[in-house]
């Protein structure tokens, strides 16, 4: 007579348990009939589908032990199976162990958001009176660095926290995950959806440094503005020498090169003429020749009008006519 265990299933205990716990197979020389039962850690009997089996002579029989719509507590299960054969002997033991969860209720995370470095959850609940003093926690993770605070998710108000990761080195723009977690057996509910979220991680401001930071920031500018004034050697500009301004400093010969040395050339010494310069006096301009104005007389009205004016004007060449014979000269034709 032998049997073994099977592996418990994912989420054991939210709903009524109807499946196997152990594999059996066992053989008699006669016809004979196998009994067995389940009890708990605590004495609890395990409901099962079938308690008993008869086996054939010089045969071999396989069979399954099944739990009948068990409904266990929250917590770790131990189950030991007794095998009986037809006289009351006890012919095979064998032990089953899982985890139990809890239905009915849930914990999520319902808003995330991370500003200057603080951190702003917002967790829901429903149910959460099954827990009792389970503790639950609140995990903050970029995948390399984490932290960790404890979570009162069974007071009178939803939990809303303000958490500072500041401290906690997370890099600028990293995604931050956001994940509420209980203990075991509470550590599966009703949504797994809703445990964890997302946010960016936005990092405190270098500006902004609080009003007693500003104080400590202005303090410092005016310590550093007096000691700078009256510590500090004050630098005027250069005299400059006999008038003249200091000549620039040639540059640095380069590497490999000899440096260009000018020829140096005797001062000249200022020389001292004995010979006198005959001085030239400015030519005197000589008279131009007047040139006399020919005059030329004209026949006609014109030529009579010049006449006129040259009388009129006082030209001692002019001849010097009566009133009767300008007259009767210019009203000649």
């Known amino acids: 007579m032998r049997c073994s265990a099977t592996a418990a299933p994912q989420g054991f205990g939210t709903s009524p348990y109807d499946a196997s716990m152990w594999l059996c197979e066992g053989s008699s020389s006669v016809v004979e009939q196998v009994t067995w039962s389940a009890t708990t850690a605590e004495g609890l009997s395990v409901p099962l589908s079938q308690s008993s089996i008869m086996l054939t002579d010089n045969g071999t029989t396989s069979w399954s032990i099944n739990a009948s719509s068990w409904t266990p507590s929250p917590g770790r299960v131990d189950v030991t199976l007794s095998v009986h054969d037809g006289r009351g002997l006890v012919v095979d033991t064998r032990s089953w162990q899982a985890t139990s969860r809890a239905a009915g209720w849930n914990l999520g995370i319902e808003t995330f958001g991370i500003e200057d470095g603080e951190a702003t959850v917002g967790v829901r609940r429903q149910g959460v009176s099954i827990l009792g003093d389970t503790s639950c926690i609140l995990t903050f993770s970029d995948g390399s660095v984490s932290k960790s605070i404890l979570l009162d998710v069974t007071g009178a108000f939803a939990p809303s926290l303000r958490v500072d990761l500041t401290d906690l080195g997370f890099a600028e723009d990293a995604l931050i995950t956001a994940e509420v977690r209980c203990d075991v057996p509470f550590d599966v509910d009703d949504n797994m959806e809703d445990d964890a979220a997302t946010a960016i991680y936005r990092g405190p401001s270098p500006l902004d440094l609080g009003p007693q930071g500003w104080l400590w920031a ?69 008279d131009e020749p007047i040139q006399e104005e020919e005059l030329v007389e004209e026949d006609g009205a014109s030529g009579r009008l010049a006449m006129l004016r040259r009388e009129l004007d006082g030209d001692p060449d002019a001849p010097q006519p009566t009133l009767e014979e300008r007259m009767s000269r210019f009203f000649k034709d």
Do not use: D, Y
């Open 218 to 286: 202005l303090a410092a500018l005016l310590v550093v503005g007096v000691g700078g004034r009256f510590l500090l050697p004050s630098q005027g500009p250069k005299p400059e020498r006999n008038g003249q301004p200091q000549p620039k400093k040639s540059a640095a010969p380069v590497e490999g090169t000899e440096p260009t040395v000018p020829p140096e050339t005797a001062p000249s010494e200022p020389v001292v003429s004995m010979i006198e310069e005959p001085t030239s006096e400015p030519p005197v301009p000589e």
